[in-house]
């Protein structure tokens, strides 16, 4: 199956600071990821849907102007959490698909945030 | 909005024995797709069988199978055979069908089940 990749896959920061976390589609080109934050034993929340070249879809209750996201090429998404809290402290697990007619959505690794 | 949901938050199954997990989805949509996804303690998200709506026959992949009840909106996985590395969290999951109506958007995924293999 296709592979997608997060990076890092564990980052530790000081409150305040911004960072970014990296998700690529390694052999197939994603028209659409999709990036979801996870607490412990705990369910996926879909946070935002990202296109490729256009703004992304923020669900409800997410601050697009904290949460960051930038889809500039059809292999790569990034999320950037601005001004970090320790209450952002999360798993961070991304997902991607090629594009419509295409029923499979790849996932990530998933990232480990913890902000001090 | 679709919700599902996963009443058993944690079960356990003898190694070789069969366990069935629960989920109930609710959707005004005719169209959509339902997954069923394990999660090992490596998180890393691994697909175990989906569902089309439109298909009435229930999907089977070697020891994993499913019991669609579409008029129930009920989804649940049997795990036959049970095996350790079955040990792992299962998230039930809908997608909606996108506008194209060949595949689905966004997941919404149940609240987890928590699967333990005894020996």
């Known amino acids: 199956g296709a592979v997608v990749s997060q990076h890092p896959s564990r980052v530790i920061c000081k409150s305040g600071t911004s960072v970014k976390i990296e998700c690529r589609s390694l052999?197939?080109?994603?028209?659409?990821m999709f990036w979801y934050r996870q607490f412990p034993k705990k369910s996926l929340m879909l946070m935002a849907t990202s296109n490729e070249g256009s703004k992304a879809t923020y669900e409800q209750g997410v601050e697009k102007d904290k949460f960051l996201i930038n889809h500039a090429s059809l292999t790569l998404s990034t999320l950037t959490v601005t001004s970090a809290h320790p209450e952002d402290s999360s798993f961070y697990i991304c997902?991607?698909?090629?594009?419509?007619?295409?029923?499979?959505?790849?996932f990530g690794p998933g990232t480990r945030l913890t902000v001090l | 909005a679709q919700t599902v949901t996963q009443s058993q938050p944690e079960m356990s199954v003898q190694e070789a024995e069969t366990v069935t997990l629960s989920c109930t989805y609710d959707?005004?949509?005719?169209?959509?797709?339902l997954f069923w996804y394990k999660q090992p303690p490596s998180r890393q998200m691994i697909l175990v069988i989906r569902?089309?709506?439109?298909?009435?026959q229930n999907a089977t992949e070697n020891r994993f199978s499913v019991n669609f009840q579409k008029a129930a909106k009920s989804f649940s996985l049997k795990i036959s055979d049970s095996q350790l590395g079955d040990a792992a969290m299962y998230f039930c999951?809908?997608?909606?069908?996108?506008?194209?109506?060949?595949?689905?958007?966004?997941?919404?995924f149940g609240q987890g089940t928590i699967l333990t293999v005894h020996p």
């Open positions: 569902q089309e709506a439109y298909k009435q």
């Open positions: 999951a809908y997608g909606g069908s996108d506008a194209g109506g060949t595949s689905y958007g966004k997941l919404t």
């Open positions: 997902s991607a698909r090629a594009g419509q007619g295409t029923d499979t959505q790849y």
């Open positions: 959707t005004s949509e005719s169209d959509y797709y």
């Open positions: 052999d197939f080109q994603a028209t659409t």
